[in-house]
């Protein structure tokens, strides 16, 4: 498997940047998803 992760013509060098970014990128979206949900519901009670 490392073998196959060893300069692929670069595409692996941009999933170990753009994983993350992306993981990150939907934990922030969630988190957000989720505080406007809690926003909501405060200011209806």
Do not use: Y
């Not at 196959?4 to 670069?10: D, K, S, V």
């Not at 941009?14 to 949900?37: S, T």
């Amino acid at each position: 498997m490392s073998l196959l992760l060893a300069h692929q013509g670069g595409w692996d060098e941009i999933l170990l940047v753009a994983g993350p970014i992306i993981i990150l990128g939907g934990l922030l979206w969630l988190a957000n998803r989720r505080a406007d949900k809690l926003m909501a519901e405060e200011s209806d009670s």
